[in-house]
Structure formats: structure tokens, C-alpha cells
């Protein structure tokens, strides 16, 4: 019988307990569906994520081999184990041309058909596929399921692809070297059949991986190749005097060799200094830029400065570029960018280092943020506060950008994001000299920076990758400090090697033997180990506001002067722009201004002309002439004239209209030109109707054809005075038919328009004359029955 709760009465009501257990496993079931679309890996851990459309590609007649991990991000032990395999991506990096790491999540829907297919049963496999396997190829198994005896360490994993690089079948990988064991006679040859600059003979048992790790990890360098001696090979050891197993030598043509001085022998300090030695390059990268060139660059001075060092000039221009240039590219900001902002503000105006004029602004700035009360803020305003429009005194924020420290052998190299990671490592270290409370206040300002302002949006994605995956452990202010740079040299480790890389600063897990020695020790089995607590030491001394250096800085004497000289042309433009804006502008003429001036004009013209004085044109003399005023014209009249000119305005959008010019003698072409360009006018014309000037016996009109288009006959002196007042004629007598009517008239003449008119009715009788012919000709004609002939005597 069905448990009652409360007072429920449907018998699948469940109880208060069952509730919390339904909405557990619910939200359980959430998380797992979540887990499994997400997945444990992403592109910023160099590891191939590997898809159905993509993984015959990866595994099929590839160059390198593959170990693949086919996993389920639901799994424990596979959560358990990514970060494994993670750092194990991070150790073998410089194996990349012989070695790729792939995965697979095959908890993801659109992953499983591909699990199925390599035979995947659990979580998680581990395959090795050679180089060049063929289609259909499964793969070597490492592992069904995540045994005990299976490695579950770097140096394990690391050791077991050796083996299966070495027991490698034909095609070899291209561009993995010989991993067996050298001779002396292979080396007395060497530098016969190979050009390279420095031979490295690593001397160790035969049980040992330096050699073979050593290698590996050289492969992407020129100038120099690694050789493993056993010490076995005796003529060889006791040539060189080998008692030291591991060591590493150097060994040159002629015979000549030296031992390569580390402080422990162990494959990291090995490779850290073989890839040091003069000459050695990353394959396809640049050589360095010797330091003659860099400070006879003419275009930009170099400054030598000290490495080991901090510069504040490097600090300034990094706020300089974050706070007007990234920033900058939000006209509005609200939201996430708005909180994302008021946090960098107040940790800058918090635990920056800077000079006082620096920090009186940073302060100024973060006062005025944690003041607005509105979800939004332009840039316009913030722009403002960050140059001081207030002029609040001894607060400025120097322009420009000054690298010192940040400096790159080219301009396209280092610079701002050399400058973000050192603010954001004195960041961390001032919060924790100064005792902070949060000790993730920098780090969450820092990341919510990025994510919303940085400009490389990929480094954002990578950089929130990271933060999203272990953030939550720092705990303490001294483990933010230890947090920045494990990350910072994850993403040193990532981008070795790559286009971005300087050759003059190339990435390196910092800081370097040569500047902490004590940082750097070794386990017992050889394998690199960072001491922590040297490393805290170090750095909190190293980013310590009393170790910034000030050289290169501009005197704040000066970054005042040009502040106030700034704002004092801005003052001035604004004024300016002001002043502009109250001047009113120059109104046109008036309409009854416009019709008195053209009444005199026409009056006065009527005058000279029936007195013919001195002052008339002739017809010959106005051809080539027709629009400009003659010698007897008045200033005032030709004032006016070109007043009405400037003001008139085409009937028609998108018209230019401007007065014609005919310089052609040719009388017929002129008329027609001449009624084309006055048609032109007199749509673009006032709608005052012009006056006449013609006697009353030249007004008598002639034969009319079509649209009121009148050809008027009168004498050669008259002709042109007649010509001007057609227009006139047409538009008052057509004036009862609409305006429509003077915009066909534009650019037409009246014989035109007739033609027009009588060529359309000629087109549309001769189409009528066809359509009756056409009718009648092929009119259905009658058509007779006959009858069946019958004979009446037939019955």
C-alpha cells in the first residue's frame, strides 16, 4: 500500500525525504549531462581534442604518433587523471613533431560510434597509434580500464612512449631521431655527414631515459644534436674520462670536448642549457638580433636596460594602453565591463607602486567609479576623470608608451603583454606585503579584466580556462602570489616555439637557473622540482615596490605641463565649436526680394532694347554668349543675377543644374540646345512668372503643333530676345495642365515634345492597322456540313 505524507492524497505524492533525494539525484544528473557535453580538456592544455569529423585525419596516415585518451568526463578516475595528462602534455611539448597527444570524450552523444569502433569498453584507454597507421587501425591498448599497475605519473607516461617510439615499426616517425645508443666510430664521423654546431654525448646506463628524453626535447633546435653513449662503450668514456653517469659533454670536430656545467644532472638543467649555447635556434625562428643592431635601429632607440630588473616606465605605459586604449574600445559601459572595471580601479588605486601624481589620479579615477549610481557609464565621461578635466592638483597619468623593460627586438613583440603579466605580479605582491584580507582580490580583478577587456580574445579564453580550473584553490595571499606564476609559466610553456615568441627573449620556465639558483632542485629520480618557498622568496623581492626601477621616466614636472596644455586646447576647440554654433546662419533672399530684383532687371532690359542704345547686343555677338551678362550689364543687376543663381534649387532630386554654354555657330543645333538648357531653368526656377519683354506685334503667335508649341516667325534682331521668353510662354499657357507638365519638359524642346507626341500616335494607329488585318486573316471561317448522300429510290 502507497505511503500517505501529510495529507496528500494521491498516492504518488512524495514525502518532504523523497523530495531532497529526487531533487539530489536531479541535480546529479544535471551536472553528469553537463560534464559530458563540456569535457575535461580544452585547446589551451595542447592536447588535440579529437571529434568524428576530425579523427581519421589525426590517427590516419599521420607524420607523428599519437597517444590518444578515451575517457568519459562523468569517469572519477578520468577527472582524476586529466591533470596528469595534462602536465604530461606540458613535459613532452618540445616532442610535438614526433609526438601528439589527442582526446576523446566519449560521454559526448556524437562520440560514441567512434569509442565503439577502437573497441573502447572503459574509462580511461590509453592507445598509441604509429605513425602512418592505415585505415581501419586500432591502435596500441596501454590500458582496459585505469589499473594500479598502470603509470599514473609524468615521468611513467613519459617513459612509456619511449618504449613504444623504440619498438616502432617501419615508416619510422620523419622527424624523430635515432634513439639507440652511439658508438665511437659513428662519432669520430659525425661532423663528416652532419652540419651542426655542437654534438651533445649524454653518457648514462643503459637503463636510463636522460638520453633519450634529451633527445626528444632538442628535436625542434638546429645547430646542435644529442647523442646517447652507454657506459659500456668504453674507449669513448675513458677518452673523454666519464665518471659520472648521468653527465654531459660537448664534443666539437677535431677531437675537442668539454663538459657541460649544470647544477644538477637532470634532464631539465641539461636541456635548459643545451638550448642556451651560442648558435642554437628553434627551427624557422629568426636568429637573435646581436645588440649592435637593436641600438642602431633607426626606428625606434633602444634602451639598454638590466634583466633581472623591474621598470616603472613599463607599469605607466601599461595603464596607459589598458585605461586608454582597450578600454577606450567601449563607448558604453554597463554590466559585467562596469564591474569588471570599478574592481581593476580599486586594486590599481589599492596596491599600484606608482608615483604621486600616478596615484593621486588612480585614486581620483576610483572615487568617481564607486560614485555612479547608474548601470551605465560612457567612455566620453571616464575618458574625462582619467585626464584630469577636474584639474585636481599633482594627479596625471602619463601618455604615450615607454617600454624599458618589456622592450622587443621588433615591434611586433613583447611589449603590452610582457607589461600586463609584470602588473599583474606586482599587483599580487603589494597585496600581500600590505596584508590584504582577500586573498583573491587581485587575481578576481585580474580575471574579470581579461575576460572582458583584453584585446587578444583568445589569450582571454585560454587565460579564463585556466582560472576556471583551479582558482578556488588559492586560499592564502602568499598562494595568489605562487598561483600567477605557475600560470604564467603554463602559458611561457605554451607559446614556446611560437610566432609570437621573441629570439631574444625566448619563453622560458622563469625564473631561470641564473637568477635563482635556489629555486631550482632536482628529485631523486632526476626529475625537475621547483622549491616552492625560494620561489616566494624571490618573488616577493622581485616585484617589490623598493626593486622597481625608475629610469626612462618622464619628470612629472612635465607630464603636468603637457596635462594643462591639453586641456587648455580642448577648452579652446570647445569655445570654438560654441561660438559656431551660436552664429546664425546666412538666410537666403527673400522671395519678394528675388521678384523686385528680377522686375527691374526685365524693365531695364526692355528700356535698352526699344531705344537701342549704344549698350544693345546683337544676335551674332550673343552666340557663344548666351549666359553670360554683356558689357552694358549693371553691378546691381549682375549682383542679383548670380544671388538667384546661387539659390535656385532643381525641381528634381538628384539634379545639378548649372547654366549652359554653346560655343557652336550652327543655328539649328543651337536653337536646340539653347530650348534644352531654358527648360532646365524653368523647372528649377521660382514659380513667379517671368515678365515679358517682346512688343505686342512680335507676341502674335504662329502655327501651333501638339502641346501648345508655338514657332514663332520674326526678325533675325529680334530672334534671341523671342528665344528667351519661350519658356515663358509655355509655362503660362500650360499652367492649367499641372506641374507635371513642365518636368517633361526638361531637357526637351517644344518640337521635340511634338514629335514625340506625333510619332506615339502614328506607332499606336499603325498597331491597331495590324491588329484588325491580323484579325481578319485569320478569322475562323464557316464551316459546311454535308450530309451523307442517300438515294430517295432507295426504299
Known sequence: MARRCGRATSRFTPCPGEMETLSGWLCCSLLL??????????????????SPADVEAVLWNSSAATVVEFYASWCGHCIAFSPVFKGLARDIKE????????????????????????????????????AYTKAGGNGTKHNETFSLDFPRDIRGLRHKIIDQLENHAEPWPPACPPLEPTSQAEIDSFFETNNVRHLALIFEEARSYVGRELTLDLLQFENIAVRRVLNTEEALVSKLGVTTFPSCYLYYPG???TRLKVKAEARAFYSY????????????????????????????????????????????????YSLRVEVAAHTVIRGEALISLRNYIAALAKYFPGRPVVMNLLKSVNSWLQNQTG????????EGVLDNAAQSPDAALPEGQRWVGCQGSRPHLRRYPCGVWTLFHVLTVQAKNAGGSDPQEVLSAMRSYVHVF?????????????ARESLTEVSTLSSAVLWLW???????????????????????????????????????????LWNKEKVLAFLLSHFAANSIVKDYLEDEGQILAKQKEKHAVRQERKAREASDLMTPPASPPAVDEKQEEEEEEGEELQEEEEEGGEGAVAPDEMVGKTTEPGPWAKPEVEAGRRRRQAHRKPSIVGMRMRDFREDIVDLDSFVNQYYKAKAMQLAASSRVRPRTLQRKEEQESGPVFGLDIRLDVVQPEKWLQKRELTGGYFSEEASHRGRWMSVLSIGFSKVDISLCVILYVLSSLCLLTMYLFFKNRFKPRRVKIFLPYTNEYSN
Open 33 to 50: 549531462v553537463a560534464a559530458a557535453q563540456a569535457g575535461l580538456y580544452t585547446a589551451s592544455d595542447q592536447i588535440v581534442i579529437l
Open 95 to 130: 616532442w610535438k613533431p614526433a609526438v601528439e597527444l589527442a582526446a576523446i570524450n566519449c560521454a559526448a552523444e556524437e562520440n560514441r560510434k567512434v569509442c565503439t569502433s577502437y573497441g573502447i569498453r572503459g574509462y580511461p584507454t590509453l592507445k598509441f597509434f604509429n
Open 255 to 257: 677531437g675537442n670536448f
Open 273 to 320: 642549457a643545451l638550448q642556451r649555447l651560442p648558435g642554437v635556434v628553434r627551427s624557422g625562428k629568426p636568429a637573435p638580433v646581436s645588440p649592435d643592431v637593436l641600438n642602431n635601429n633607426t626606428e625606434e632607440v633602444w634602451r639598454p636596460f638590466n634583466r633581472s630588473r623591474v621598470y616603472m616606465a613599463d607599469l605607466e605605459s601599461t595603464l596607459h
Open 375 to 382: 548601470s551605465e557609464i560612457s567612455y566620453e565621461a571616464f
Open 454 to 466: 583584453f584585446g587578444c580574445r583568445l589569450c582571454a579564453e585560454h587565460f579564463e580556462n585556466m
Open 486 to 528: 605557475s600560470r604564467h609559466n603554463q602559458v611561457n610553456n605554451r607559446l614556446a616555439g611560437d610566432l609570437s615568441e621573441d629570439p631574444n627573449f625566448p619563453k622560458i620556465q622563469w625564473p631561470s637557473p641564473e637568477m635563482c639558483p635556489a629555486c631550482h632542485t632536482a628529485k631523486t629520480n632526476g626529475d625537475h
